[in-house]
């Protein structure tokens, strides 16, 4: 059984917004840095935002810094990952990832746990 499901990708026109949610049936969860990857059509899986097991650090990649906001909610197990004025360069399926660290990691190796991702499109 999958221990990360990712929920709430759809098709979106420019400059919509979109809250995707990842619910953990991990143990850690609590103890677990989250992070959101997505990964195009012809590209490799890319980081797109993470954040602490308090929630008190965030990071995000400079293409969505401004736009997306990374959240969760440890007594639901859930991460959240809110994404405003969407552009078609977003396009992509997003993928929820943990890590039991202490520290934020930015690439995909580095972590344990993945969803089955969720797909978001864009259109022009």
């Known amino acids: 059984q999958v221990q990360l499901v990712e929920s709430g990708g759809g098709l979106v026109q420019s400059g919509d917004s979109l809250r995707l949610s990842c619910v953990a049936s991990?143990?850690?969860?609590?103890?677990?840095?989250m992070s959101w990857f997505r990964q195009a059509p012809g590209k490799e899986r890319e980081f797109v935002a993470a954040i602490s097991r308090s929630g008190s650090s965030t990071y995000f990649a400079d293409s969505v810094k401004g736009r997306f906001t990374i959240s969760r909610d440890n007594a639901k197990n859930t991460v959240y990952l809110q994404m405003n004025t969407l552009q078609p360069a977003d396009t992509a399926v997003y993928y929820c990832?943990?890590?039991?660290?202490?520290?934020?990691?930015?690439?995909?190796?580095?972590?344990?746990?993945w969803g089955q991702g969720t797909q978001v499109t864009v259109s022009s």
């Open positions: 991990i143990r850690t969860f609590s103890r677990s840095t």
């Open positions: 990832a943990a890590k039991e660290t202490l520290v934020i990691l930015t690439t995909p190796r580095e972590y344990d746990y």
